[in-house]
């Protein structure tokens, strides 16, 4: 074959890897297009919070910080209701359940996934009949009808988290806040160790009345 020929025959396959390289090209983009909005799809329930003006991020409590919460937690004999704000996969709520039979626990916690393995994690320790947990924004939360409040929050919102608890709160509760504290509110007792302390407050009626 001469290389006029062969120069022929190639010219004339141009057009046919031309489209093959176009379908091949349009495939991947639509491959592409497809996983993005897929991943999209699977994450927006975790950065969904972040686009919020305060977020919770999903910090797990590590055990010395839950024991921590834990001593301060002290239901009455006719039984407690505990809620953890920011409830992340439940272990503060399960860890209270399981150490204080007496005490109902309760979760409120905004991504949906994290509430999911929360009821799962219950189950499969054995204190679902005794937990809960509400995917719901925490603002729109009450807080009136526990006697233990536990709070994971993140320095910018302890203000407002502070001004929440003065006005539902009922007088007497337990506030136990993890991380950081309220900026004003009086503190009753704490435990420093780091990342792990906790500051525990009782709101008064005067308090709330401010």
Known sequence: MSTIELEKQIAGAGPALDGHRSKT???????????????????Y????????????PFVPATPNQIRNVLAF????????????????????????????????????????WLVYYSRLAALRNGVFSRTS??????????????????IFGVEQMMEDLEKKVLREAAPGTTVIACRFPFPTLKT??????GVDSVWVYRPVAAQQDA
């Open 45 to 56: 329930p975790f950065v969904a919070p972040a686009l919020r003006r305060h977020c919770l």
């Open 188 to 193: 009753e007792s704490r435990i420093e160790e």
């Open 73 to 112: 937690v002290k239901p009455a004999n006719r039984g407690s209701r505990l809620l953890d704000i920011g409830s992340g996969d439940g272990r503060i709520v399960i860890a209270a359940a399981r150490t204080l039979p007496s005490i109902k626990a309760d979760g409120v916690e905004l991504n949906p």
């Open 133 to 150: 947990f509400v995917r719901k924004d925490l603002w729109k939360f009450s807080l009136a009808p526990y006697d233990h409040i536990v």
């Open 25 to 43: 090209t349009s495939l991947s983009g639509k491959i592409l297009i497809g996983v993005t909005v897929g991943l999209s799809i699977v994450c």
